[in-house]
């Protein structure tokens, strides 16, 4: 059974710092492309970054420069450190497989004050 758990998420400024983690089990996290996704109210899922077993990593434009995916095989947990964050990165953010499977986690709500 797939589990992923997400956390890091809260409130902070504008301009802060957040590090996100997600475990993952039930998955052979090793030779996974895993992704963070995130949803705003109102809009769509969206891709934020992903990262292959190779240490790829992929960004969506909106947040190229600030955010940066990582990942830790032994301990099966990806990582998203968000960097001079916006009101507009504001969201709940889920990892996933990439591409997403239909496992989802509870996610991890960030919100940045302008």
């Known amino acids: 059974q797939v589990r992923l758990v997400e956390s890091g998420g809260g409130l902070v400024q504008a301009g802060g710092s957040l590090r996100l983690s997600c475990a993952a089990s039930g998955i052979t996290f090793g030779i996974s492309a895993m992704g963070w996704y995130r949803q705003a109210p109102g809009k769509q899922r969206e891709l934020v970054a992903s990262?292959?077993?190779?240490?790829?990593?992929n960004y969506a434009d909106s947040v190229k420069g600030r955010f940066t995916i990582s990942r830790d095989n032994a301990k099966n947990t990806v990582y998203l450190q968000m960097n001079s964050l916006k009101p507009e990165d504001t969201a709940k953010y889920f990892c996933?497989?990439?591409?997403?499977?239909?496992?989802w986690g509870q996610g991890t709500q960030v919100t940045v004050s302008s």
């Open positions: 996933n497989r990439f591409p997403y499977s239909a496992s």
């Open positions: 990262i292959t077993r190779e240490y790829n990593t």
